[in-house]
């Protein structure tokens, strides 16, 4: 069976090498043109770019796939089936029209719950002991096409957006290459969203980045581990910006609600507690503006020396 495969980050890479694996002709990757990177801007390729060349695939990187001539170049590929995994673009009504068996995505979701483009990151900052893999028939409108598979994860409390990405990746994959087979053979029965149900997990944005010290502890808490290891949740201390890269509820933190959100209320190389909104939390590791990531002891005893109970956060 031919198919074209479009994604772009890590988290696609393992679906495009599961359908090589599994014998498919893959004749072409779709993913998103090369782009500067890191502070010298060097031009890098997408992760499945250099996926794709290792195993000799056609490489089609459209500035917009919605463009007549990129439209006309998968189309030109006579795809029987499309597989998207974190694309990063809106496929076009032409290209989701043609192929045999449509065109399907592996979302990191257990739709219709976080439809959109940051779910691993809103089901972790919002606290949810569970998510999944979602794999679906897509439509013209967002992760909103009938669900041919799904496969439920538990979130650990210790899980960051990082762990839980990576396993939900491998999960992917896997039940991509159970799915296609059923779809093939007509033994899947397509289950339509309820729209009643739908919620939306667009992509993280500066604001959701800032800590509102006035939220309860443990939203806090969600929050840090829900952008690590990327974007990182970030206050301001002394008018620069702070990165937290971990930080922990702190044990009998109620002690400190009478204090205003955002004091710190306690320095040691163990860790800075901060009041919150109810409760406390304890940062554990972080990066000063134009510093490296630091464990809270190196904080302390270096730039954080500075920093003293009752200063205040944000």
């Given amino acids: 069976m031919r198919i074209i495969f479009m994604g772009t980050p890590d988290f696609s890479?393992?679906?495009?090498?599961?359908?090589?694996?599994?014998?498919?002709?893959?004749?072409?990757?779709?993913?998103?043109?090369?782009?500067?990177?890191?502070?010298?801007?060097?031009?890098?390729?997408?992760?499945?770019?250099?996926?794709?060349?290792?195993?000799?695939?056609?490489?089609?990187?459209?500035?917009?796939?919605?463009?007549?001539?990129?439209?006309?170049?998968?189309?030109?590929?006579?795809?029987?089936?499309?597989?998207?995994?974190?694309?990063?673009?809106?496929?076009p009504s032409k290209i989701l029209a043609f192929p045999r068996f449509g065109c399907i995505n592996v979302h990191a979701s257990l739709l219709p719950k976080y439809r959109g483009g940051a779910p691993i990151h809103k089901a972790i900052i919002d606290g949810e002991k569970k998510t999944g893999i979602t794999i679906m028939y897509m439509i013209d409108r967002l992760d909103a096409g009938d669900i041919l598979s799904q496969r439920a994860v538990p979130i650990d409390d210790r899980d960051t957006v990082g762990s839980l990405h990576d396993r939900l990746s491998e999960i992917g994959a896997e039940l991509l290459g159970e799915t296609i087979p059923r779809l093939v053979n007509g033994e899947i029965t397509p289950i339509p969203q309820d729209e009643a149900k739908a919620t939306f997990a667009y992509n993280i944005k500066r604001e959701d980045e800032q800590i509102d010290w006035e939220k309860p502890a443990i939203a806090i808490y969600n929050q840090v581990r829900g952008l690590n290891p990327w974007p990182v949740a970030f206050t301001r201390w002394n008018g620069q910006v702070l990165k937290i890269w971990w930080a922990e509820v702190t044990p009998d933190g109620e002690k400190w609600d009478g204090h205003e959100p955002g004091t710190i209320v306690q320095v040691s190389e163990e860790g800075v507690v901060v009041a919150t909104g109810q409760g406390a939390i304890t940062l554990k590791e972080l990066q000063p503006a134009g510093k490296r990531r630091m464990p809270v002891g190196d904080f302390v005893r270096g730039v954080g020396s500075r920093l003293n109970v009752a200063d205040k956060l944000g």
Avoid: C, F, M
């Avoid at 495009?16 to 004749?27: P, S, T």
């Avoid at 782009?35 to 794709?52: D, H, I, N, S």
């Avoid at 170049?73 to 006579?78: A, F, G, K, R, S």
């Fill in 13 to 91: 890479v393992p679906s495009l090498e599961r359908l090589i694996r599994d014998g498919y002709e893959v004749v072409a990757v779709v993913t998103q043109p090369d782009r500067p990177k890191g502070r010298k801007k060097v031009l890098t390729p997408p992760p499945v770019k250099v996926a794709a060349l290792e195993h000799g695939i056609k490489v089609l990187q459209p500035e917009k796939l919605s463009a007549d001539d990129a439209v006309k170049e998968v189309l030109d590929l006579n795809p029987e089936l499309i597989v998207t995994a974190a694309y990063g673009q809106i496929v």
